[in-house]
Nanobody, 121 residues
Framework: QVQLVESGGGSVQPGGSLRLSCAAT????????MGWYRQISGNKRLLVAT???????NYEDSVKGRFSISRDNTKNTVVLQMNSLKPEDTAVYFC???????????????WGQGTPVTVSS
């Protein structure tokens, strides 16, 4: 069974930094894309950043230049470094893994449990 385990959320003042980490556990053979989405007060989850197994990244416009995503394919981990945080970045952040091939087969996507990020003075 595959699980996504997140860590690193918390509270920070505007202008501060946080680092979110996510580890995919289980008998994983490959993951096509990993990334982070965020959700505000029960609204739709929106893309923050994604990265493919080949290292191609995609960022939501409002985080470009402030956030950086990276992954380690050998460890099935993804990290979101968030700098120059703003109050509007406040949300629950969810790790996402797409196109997961593991020992028992294939599943199109998995979600983590979510980690809260609060940016406030």
């Amino acid at each position: 069974q595959v699980q996504l385990v997140e860590s690193g959320g918390g509270s920070v003042q505007p202008g501060g930094s946080l680092r979110l980490s996510c580890a995919a556990t289980g008998s994983i053979l490959s993951i096509s894309s990993m990334g982070w989405y965020r959700q505000i007060s029960g609204n739709k989850r929106l893309l923050v950043a994604t990265i493919t197994s080949g290292g191609i990244t995609n960022y939501e416009d409002s985080v470009k230049g402030r956030f950086s995503i990276s992954r380690d394919n050998t460890k099935n981990t993804v990290v979101l470094q968030m700098n120059s945080l703003k109050p509007e970045d406040t949300a629950v952040y969810f790790c996402h893994a797409e196109g997961v091939t593991y020992s028992a087969g294939y599943f199109p996507y998995y979600w983590g449990q979510g980690t809260p990020v609060t940016v406030s003075s």
